[in-house]
């Protein structure tokens, strides 16, 4: 099983107005396609204790070792995310880790498409949520839409690993990707290392 959460109540005043949920549509017709059994869940209205408080009821609901890919489609920062959990409240976070640890299953793959979550590379987001679940995650070091941001890192066993090619040719065709092949950022979180 594959499981995506995603924002689909945008911030007063920003300019993506639906454009999580239909990143998040995406991604599941994708996995959908390869073959994969797929939940996606909305985020409730509020802030976020409310929507914290929904992510572990509905983790806690799924299945012990059911998935194999987790996938965020929301606003993030280095310390943040919109599933409503902050490293800087580690008790919260914490809950997070120890649900996610429950229901996903070993060498599983984290998805952030979200801005900045990945900046970080020491103490993150992204960084911390890799070493404590043990998980490869994917995120963006600067904001961006997430779909065509080329400034990805993933996590996985205390190594950082940069996506964008630093080759000339390879970059163009990458940064070419990004833009004209909606799959291509969730191809990404399939084939990194």
């Known amino acids: 099983m594959r499981i995506i959460f995603y924002q689909p109540n945008n911030r007063t005043g920003t300019k993506d107005g639906n454009y999580f949920k239909l990143l998040a549509g995406f991604c599941k017709a994708f996995w959908t396609g390869q073959g994969h059994h797929v939940r996606m869940f909305p985020l409730p209205k509020g802030n976020d204790f409310t929507r914290s408080n929904y992510v572990l009821d509905v983790l806690r609901e799924l299945p012990n070792r059911s998935a194999d890919r987790f996938a965020f489609f929301g606003h993030g ?27 996903l299953l070993p060498d599983s793959r984290i ?15 992204g960084r911390q949520l890799s070493d ?26 205390g190594i950082v690993f940069h996506l964008q090619p630093d080759s000339q040719p390879f970059r163009k065709e990458y940064l070419s990707r990004l833009k004209t092949d909606k799959n291509y950022p969730f191809i990404l979180l399939e084939e990194a290392q």
């Open 132 to 157: 404590k679940t043990g998980c490869l995650v994917m995120g963006h070091t600067t904001s961006g839409r997430s779909t065509e941001n080329p400034n990805k890192l993933t996590f996985k066993d």
């Open 77 to 103: 920062t280095t310390t943040w995310c919109d599933l409503g959990f902050s490293t800087k409240s580690q008790a919260r976070f914490a809950n997070l880790i120890t649900e996610l640890c429950a229901v």
């Open 111 to 125: 998805g952030l498409y979200c801005c900045l979550t990945a900046k970080n590379t020491t103490a993150g987001f």
